[in-house]
C-alpha cells in the first residue's frame, strides 16, 4: 500500500472542507481552493483528520491514491500557511522594482520586462535583486516563478540572470580556461 496515501492529513483549526460530488472545496484564511477528485479514490471526512481510500491494488489506483493524498495535503497547506518561492537576479545592472501591481524588471534589454501579479499570486521584492512570490495554490506559485525566472534564465559562464534562491548554477570554464 501507499505509504504516502496512508498518511491522514490532519485538518488544522479555522480550515472548512466540503465534498460535493466529486469535487473538494478546501477554505481557509489565505483562500479556496478547488479540486476534483478521481471517481477511484474515496475520502473519509472526520472533524479533525481526512483520510485518502483506493478501492483495490491495480497500478492505476496505487499511483492515484499517492496523488490525491499530495495534492489534498497542498490545499490544507496552502489555505492556512501559503507557499512562497523566492528568486534572485544577478549579473551587472540587472535588477528589479515594483511599481503598483507590475514587476518590472531591467535585465539587459533594450527595454523594461513587466510582469503582473494576479488575485492569487502576490509579488514582494526585497532590495533590487530578490523576487518573493506569495500564494496559496502550490502549481501556480511554482509556474508564475518559473514564468519570471524564463525571461532571463542563468547562463553557466558568468551566473547572470534570474534563478531561484536554492539553485546551483554549475558554472564553466571559458575559451581561455584550457591552456
Do not use: W
Not at 491495480?58 to 499530495?70: F, I, T, Y
Not at 523594461?112 to 514582494?124: G, H
Not at 506559485?141 to 551566473?159: D, H, L, N, T
Amino acid at each position: 500500500m501507499s505509504r504516502i496515501g496512508r498518511k491522514p492529513i490532519n485538518i488544522p483549526a479555522g480550515v472548512d472542507i466540503k465534498l460535493d460530488s466529486g469535487v473538494l472545496y478546501v477554505k481557509g484564511s489565505k483562500g479556496t481552493l478547488t479540486q476534483k477528485i478521481h471517481p477511484n479514490i474515496t475520502l473519509e471526512i472526520e472533524p479533525e483528520v481526512i483520510h485518502v481510500k483506493r478501492p483495490n491494488d491495480q497500478k492505476e489506483n496505487r499511483a492515484l491514491h499517492g496523488l490525491m493524498r499530495s495534492l489534498i495535503f497542498n490545499m490544507v497547506k496552502g489555505v492556512t500557511e501559503g507557499f512562497k518561492k523566492e528568486l534572485e537576479v544577478n549579473g551587472v545592472g540587472y535588477r528589479v522594482q515594483k511599481q503598483g501591481k507590475n514587476l518590472v524588471m531591467n535585465l539587459g534589454y533594450s527595454h523594461q520586462v513587466t510582469v503582473s501579479e494576479t488575485d492569487e499570486i502576490k509579488i514582494e521584492v526585497q532590495g533590487t535583486n530578490k523576487i518573493i512570490i506569495h500564494g496559496c495554490d502550490k502549481q501556480k506559485v511554482g509556474q508564475f516563478a518559473a514564468e519570471v525566472r524564463e525571461k532571463r534564465p542563468p547562463e553557466p559562464y558568468k551566473g547572470k540572470g534570474i534563478k531561484y534562491a536554492d539553485e546551483v548554477i554549475r558554472r564553466k570554464e571559458g575559451k581561455t580556461g584550457k591552456k
